[in-house]
């Protein structure tokens, strides 16, 4: 270990990528909980936005939301496997961007509601440049110099891009959205080419197994929340209660689903880690849907809702197919056999037929259990047993 500074600040060197028993820190678990706020606040809008109507308003509220929250907390992690010194100075930075995270949801929002992205810019403008302090010094000591330095040039350089996104017309929003969220995403794939940062993959992809998790976990709050209204409700108990229990089925198929295939074997080199980084936003965005989903269809219901039955039944649907397909794609595709690479992408298109039956959630429910059931009777292909799941 590196001997501390007079300020008892530890040189940040690359660590080891090959460290043993590398698992999430007490800080990367303290970071994750305000994610779990601001994921929760953006769950909650894209709920009231589908039940009063405005789909697609919503929905690109939504995306333009998440893919902060995601890409933020993202950045974090990669940064962390490579350079976490868990010194006093690397944690005040760690808070920092934490601060901007809760700034951050607290303006979701105006920005779901009055299309204002102020509050939410200026938080993540934030959270950013925290992190840009964290690579200018990692700079002053790893032999990466080159890579670090473009990493902090390069995020900058986007902050200032977001900061025109204020002046941007209404009617050029989108492209303009599009266009620097594609400057984000290039600056990590820049700086790599001079020369890699390590990272632990054990350690990597236990944090996205986190993240999943918390998201996840809204659907099981959405699940309780049908309870809660069943309880005040003197009417619709059984289709209350039902759809509480098969969301919480739904939800547990896919963690199983999830958690199946080994995730670290995606992360061989950079391609394979900025394929599995990257794709995972379509993974997370659908899981944190899909409560909005359950809320949505709770609301038609109890007849609060201006969604139609088909309607209402797409909003839970979807997230379920599109997470389903996307973590095939990202990890189950490579060890799963015939059968799997069947049962796992068919079973994601059929859940998209439950709308056309009377009962919510029936048929998405039958079809999830029967994909972990072959999931249970087959075997990832290339791995050791003790890796199944």
């Not at 965005?285 to 038609?300: Q, R, T, V």
């Not at 794609?329 to 059929?350: E, F, K, Q």
């Amino acid at each position: 270990m590196s001997r501390a500074s007079s300020l008892r600040l530890r040189p940040m060197l690359p660590r080891d990528p090959h460290e043993s028993g590398r698992t999430a820190s007490t800080l990367e678990l303290f970071f994750d909980l305000v994610f779990v706020i601001a994921v929760s606040i953006t769950a909650v809008q894209l709920h009231h936005s589908l039940s009063e109507g405005h789909v697609g308003a919503g929905i690109l509220s939504y995306a333009m939301v998440f893919f902060a929250i995601w890409w933020a907390w993202m950045n974090f992690t990669w940064f962390a496997t490579s350079f976490d010194t868990d010194d006093w100075l690397y944690r005040v930075l760690t808070i920092v961007q934490m601060g901007g995270v809760l700034v951050l949801a607290a303006g979701v929002v105006p920005a779901f509601q009055d299309h204002d992205f102020r509050l939410a810019i200026l938080a993540y403008i934030v959270m950013r440049l925290a992190l840009v302090a964290q690579w200018l010094r990692a700079s002053r000591h790893t032999p990466l110099r080159r890579t670090a330095l473009t990493y902090a040039g390069g995020v900058v350089v986007v902050q200032g891009l977001w900061v025109l996104f204020l002046l941007v017309p209404a009617q050029l929003a989108i492209p303009a959205f599009i266009v620097f969220a594609l400057c984000e995403l290039a600056v990590p794939v820049l700086a790599e080419r001079s020369a890699t940062t390590p990272w632990n993959p054990h350690h990597i992809t236990e944090r996205y197994g986190l993240f999943a998790l918390i998201l996840l976990g809204e659907s099981l709050l959405a699940s309780a929340n049908a309870v809660i209204e069943a309880v005040g409700e003197g009417e619709h108990i059984g289709e209350l209660v039902a759809i509480s229990v098969l969301a919480l089925i739904v939800t547990a198929a896919l963690w199983w689903i999830y958690f199946w295939a080994p995730h670290h074997t995606a992360i061989t080199d950079l391609r394979g880690s900025i394929t599995y980084g990257y794709g995972h936003i379509v993974v997370f965005a659908a899981a944190g849907a899909l409560s909005a989903g359950i809320e949505a269809e709770i609301d038609y219901i109890l007849g609060h809702s201006h969604l139609s039955a088909l309607g209402a039944s797409f909003a839970y649907t979807v997230p379920i197919a599109v997470f389903v397909l996307g973590i095939w794609v990202l990890a189950i595709r490579r060890h799963g056999d015939a059968w799997v690479n069947t049962c796992v992408p068919l079973g994601a298109v059929l859940v998209l037929i439950d709308p056309l039956l009377p009962v919510p959630f029936a048929l998405t429910t039958i079809i999830m259990v029967g994909v972990v059931a072959v999931l249970v009777w087959r075997r990832p292909v290339g791995v050791e047993a003790a890796h199944a799941g």
